[in-house]
């Protein structure tokens, strides 16, 4: 059974910083692509982020390029996305996906931005 768990989100001040984490199982990790998706209230689901599968090259979307960083640990199924200088409009829940059907994602962990 395909499990994606992410973890640590939070209320973060803008201009701060926060490390998500996403645990996969019951699948090869190390075979996957793996994107971060997010969602803002209201809005509909919004591509962030994607690493290749050994991690060679990873993709951002231009409202986090600079900011955002995607990484991932293949000997440990996990994935992660380091957010820095965060915005307001950072504020959203925030998917671990495998592969690139977006019915493959986990719960998801909330960031929140704001003063």
């Known amino acids: 059974q395909v499990q994606l768990v992410e973890s640590g989100g939070g209320l973060v001040q803008p201009g701060g910083s926060l490390r998500l984490s996403c645990a996969g199982s019951g699948f090869i990790v190390s075979e996957q692509d793996m994107s971060w998706l997010r969602q803002a209230p209201g809005k509909g689901l919004e591509w962030v982020s994607r690493?290749?599968?050994?991690?060679?090259?990873?993709f951002y979307a231009d409202s986090v390029k600079g900011r955002f960083t995607i990484s991932r640990d293949n000997v440990k199924n996990m994935i992660y996305l380091q957010m820095n200088n965060l915005k307001v409009e950072d504020t959203a829940v925030y998917f671990c996906r495998k592969g690139y059907d977006d019915n493959d994602r986990g719960r998801g962990t909330q960031v929140t931005v704001s003063s």
């Open positions: 690493i290749t599968s050994d991690g060679s090259a990873t």
